[in-house]
């Protein structure tokens, strides 16, 4: 058994739905189970649905918009009307749209109940696309087989349950049913409630499902050639690894390398399963591989960038030190809130963090550190993260920007830069 996963890039529209079905006929003797995104960039818009975050206006418009995206593909996959898929359509919309007009309750909670359509969507569209052209699958609600805690926006894999209820997986093939189409990002916890992995959780939802099903190996399926030394939105001359160790890649994928969900390594390594990197545009090209290896081929340095970063420093009020027991207090915030640092430093009198830009929950943040703290904030900022760095490659990444905060080990310089725009604001 195969486990493949194609992200939101890969079935932007009817076209490369198209072609993920011309991949999906070259494994036409092995059996695969599909991971799939939303559509394009429908996850993005689905998060400004979430009750709070806009006016109606404002979502009316956004719900038009997504629905005409979905019904445009539909239509041009299966031209015919009122058929069931329209049917399932015009229910999974109507549903989405009672969800994001409720009266807000806990952020966290409200976004995994809005946000995960995305997926169940994409997948409808394609599983009925498929068995129009006798790609004979099923659909799965993956919500029923990965199950987590409660924690919403990054649940926490039930993975006894989730194993045993994988097994339901490997009942669903036979002598028709060779294809299973199910979603990425979202799970469910025991009692049935909707939860999600964390933004581009696809990745881990088909390394779960890997680990659970034992499967021969895992390829993700992407608009890039492979596993790239950098970026090539940013960078040009961009460097394809041919094979990447476990360990490594959980390294990168940690430090924001968008091409892996952090949490996706784990699994499949603690299997021994291998992760394919393809294109899904030049799919007979060979890609990378990620598995038992000693050191990256070729040897190369890594970039990774992440950009809308605010630098946070807090200062305690009472002039006392940021010991042990002001960062417990400020770690707890931290985690309360489910926001990630990217990178941290502290001093005698001041605690520094780099995190991403979510308006929302850094509200949320500031209301509860000013109870104790002053806080300083930096907005529109980038991260730079170097693997196996010189310091003539960070004085041109760098590229005389002032350096708001710098940390280097010996394998990997981390360097937070500013814009031109960036304002310095007090809020104490
Ligand atoms: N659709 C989700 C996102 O855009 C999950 C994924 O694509 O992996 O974050
Ligand atoms: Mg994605």
């Not at 025991?190 to 190996?217: H, V």
């Not at 060979?286 to 290896?293: E, K, R, T, W």
């Not at 041109?396 to 725009?421: F, G, K, N």
Request: net charge negative.
């Amino acid at each position: 058994m195969l486990v493949f996963k194609f992200g939101g890039a890969s079935v932007n529209s009817a076209d490369a739905v198209r072609n993920m079905a011309s991949i999906l006929r070259k494994y036409a003797s092995e059996k695969l189970v599909v991971v799939i995104s939303a559509m394009g960039k429908t996850t993005n818009a689905l998060e400004q649905l979430v009750p709070g975050v806009c006016d109606k206006d404002r979502k009316d418009e956004i719900l038009r918009n997504l629905k005409d995206y979905h019904f445009n593909i539909a239509n041009s996959l299966i031209p015919c009307n009122n058929d069931p898929l329209r049917a399932t359509l015009d229910s999974l919309f109507g549903e989405l749209e009672a969800r994001c007009l409720k009266t807000p309750t806990s952020y966290n909670f409200d976004y995994d109940q809005v946000v995960s359509f995305g997926e169940l969507i994409s997948t409808t569209i394609i599983s009925y696309f498929l068995n129009s052209i006798g790609m004979r699958n099923n659909w799965i609600d993956v919500r029923n087989i990965i199950k987590t805690d409660a924690n919403y926006r990054e649940g926490h894999v039930n993975w006894n349950l989730t194993q045993k209820n994988a097994q339901c997986i490997c009942n669903q093939f036979n002598d028709e049913v060779s294809i299973l189409i199910t979603q990425g990002f979202i799970a469910g916890t025991a009692e049935g409630t909707t939860t999600t992995l964390g933004r581009e959780g696809s990745d881990y939802s088909a390394s779960i499902l890997s680990y659970c099903l034992d499967a021969e190996s895992m390829t993700i399926w992407k608009d890039v050639p492979g596993f790239l030394n950098a970026d090539p939105k940013f960078f040009s001359n961009t460097v394809k690894i041919q094979q990447i160790p476990y360990n490594e890649a959980i390294e990168l994928a940690y430090y924001g390398a968008s091409v892996i969900h952090p949490k996706t390594v784990k699994p499949i390594q603690n299997k021994n399963v291998e992760l394919h990197i393809r294109s899904f545009i030049q799919p007979d090209e060979a890609g990378s591989v990620v598995g038992p290896y000693d050191c990256i081929v070729p040897e190369t340095p890594l970039y990774i960038f992440k950009n809308n970063q605010v630098l946070l420093s807090i200062l305690p009020k009472d002039f006392s030190f940021i010991a042990e027991d002001n960062l417990q207090v400020i770690f707890g915030y931290f985690a309360q809130l489910g926001i990630r640092i990217n990178v941290m430093q502290n001093s005698a009198l001041s605690f520094t963090v780099c995190v991403d830009d979510n308006k929302i929950l850094l509200e949320q943040l500031l209301k509860l550190l000013q109870q104790n703290f002053r806080v300083y904030y930096n907005k529109s900022l980038q991260l730079i993260t170097i693997r196996y760095y010189t310091q003539q490659i960070v004085d041109e990444i760098v590229a005389r920007r002032p350096i708001l905060m710098e940390q280097r080990s010996r394998s990997t310089a981390q360097i937070v830069v500013s814009d031109s725009c960036t304002c310095l604001s007090d809020l104490s």
